[in-house]
């Protein structure tokens, strides 16, 4: 089973930007398609960006524009740009592979307010 560990949330202001990154035990490569999840205070977690093995990446349509996920060569970190932060985005963030392993990390909070 490979960790995954989340990083990069905090508080900003609508209209700003965060990068989240997802540090992998072992290449996410290996693992097939991964994604950036999130989860809303009273609400089900919900993917917001998924990449396949090959590089294709697909967005919820509440992020699309906005939200770009990658990975880095050495193919070991999922990063989640995120521009043009609203509140609606305040949520727990999570990465996991897609589909999503039984365990979780314990996310990055992101918070989006004034």
Same mark, same amino acid.
């Not at 508080?11 to 989860?39: H, Y």
């Not at 509440?62 to 521009?83: C, E, H, P, W």
């Given at each position: 089973?490979?960790?995954? !560990? ?5 508080? +900003?202001? /609508? ?5 989240? &990154?997802?540090?992998? =035990?072992? &290449?996410?490569?290996?693992? #097939? ?7 809303? /205070? ?5 993917? +917001?960006a998924r990449m396949s093995q090959l590089g294709f ?10 939200? &770009?996920? =990658?990975?880095?060569?050495?193919? @070991? ?6 521009? &043009? ?6 949520? +727990? ?11 979780? #990390?314990? #996310? @990055?909070? !992101?918070?989006? =307010? =004034?």
């Open positions: 089973q490979v960790q995954l !560990v989340e990083s990069g949330g905090g508080l +900003v202001q /609508p209209g700003g930007s965060l990068r989240l &990154s997802c540090a992998a =035990s072992r &290449s996410i490569f290996s693992i #097939g398609a991964m994604g950036w999840f999130r989860q809303a /205070p009273g609400k089900q977690r919900e993917r +917001v990446s697909n967005y919820a349509d509440s992020v699309k524009g906005r939200f &770009s996920i =990658s990975g880095d060569i050495a193919g @070991t970190t999922l990063y989640l740009q995120m521009n &043009s932060l609203k509140p609606e985005d305040t949520a +727990v963030y999570y990465c996991n592979a897609d589909p999503p392993f039984n365990s979780w #990390g314990q #996310g @990055t909070q !992101v918070t989006v =307010s =004034s």
